[in-house]
């Protein structure tokens, strides 16, 4: 694969941080997850790229635009793939793509499967980008991070991906791409068929998906006070600070 642009000089030095950490992780049983909304996808009877096996001279009829249609919306699909078991929970959003909506994406995944499968884990390993609504910057997504490490008692180690580098990020080419495969030329006509297309993703090496529609309104704007950003229990690791840290529960 060919990067656009410069590559990010440590690119390598913190993939094989991010490879070694999960590693550690999946050896001592501690949940590993990678995580990133896929693009939004507009509902509503819209032609949808691929092919379908249809009866002879039965083909589907979809509208003649794209256009959006304001009373069917859109879904912001926020996908969780957990490395230590090839099994994976997508939030379908059906509001805005925000860090409070990627921070309840992971809760509404650890509720729904994390805390039963990983009984006595004691911390979490999260791999994501750079940007978007679990940007390294966003100082929401660190404060939405802490809620969740105070809720469930986790220590929660974050690595994010170099800029430019999202594509390595394993949610992107274990579930997503296979994802799109599975409802290639099918219409998402509401939001029901977007769950149950999601749902019945499976691939040869056994991924399992459970998604769950989540119509929470998460307003845009929201803006975290200096006292309560700087009241956030997190450690730098170093020598890429930037892009490694910690956040430990207030107790």
């Not at 990010?8 to 991010?18: K, T």
């Not at 096996?53 to 304001?70: A, E, G, S, W």
């Not at 929470?216 to 956030?232: C, H, R, T, W």
Request: with cysteine; glycine share 6%; net charge neutral.
């Amino acid at each position: 694969m060919l990067q656009v642009g410069e590559a990010h000089p440590d690119r390598n030095e913190q993939f094989l941080y991010i490879n070694d950490l999960a590693k550690i992780f999946i050896l001592d049983g501690q949940p590993v997850i990678s995580v990133d909304t896929k693009k939004k996808e507009n509902i509503g009877n819209f032609k949808n790229n691929g092919e379908e096996y249809r009866k002879t001279n039965d083909p589907r009829k979809v509208l003649d635009h794209d256009f959006p249609i304001k009373e069917l919306g859109k879904v912001a699909p926020y996908g969780v793939y957990v490395l230590n078991d090839n099994t994976a929970f997508v939030n379908l959003g059906t509001s805005n793509d925000t860090s409070e909506f990627s921070v309840e994406s992971i809760s509404r995944w650890w509720d729904t499967l994390g805390k039963s499968t990983f009984i006595d884990s004691t911390r979490i390993n999260i791999t994501c980008d750079c940007g978007g609504s679990n940007g390294n910057r966003t100082r929401l997504w660190k404060y939405q991070l802490q809620q969740f490490a105070n809720r469930t008692g986790l220590e929660v180690y974050v690595s994010h991906f170099p800029p430019g580098t999202s594509k390595w990020n394993k949610v992107e080419h274990r579930l997503f791409c296979y994802v799109s495969k599975n409802w290639a030329g099918k219409p998402l006509i509401d939001v029901e068929t977007v769950v149950n297309l999601i749902s019945s993703t499976t691939t040869k090496t056994g991924l399992s998906v459970v998604c769950k529609r989540d119509d929470n309104i998460y307003p845009l704007k929201q803006k975290v006070s200096d006292e309560d950003f700087g009241a956030i229990n997190i450690r730098k690791i170093s020598p890429f600070e930037e892009w490694n840290y910690i956040i430990f529960p207030q107790y």
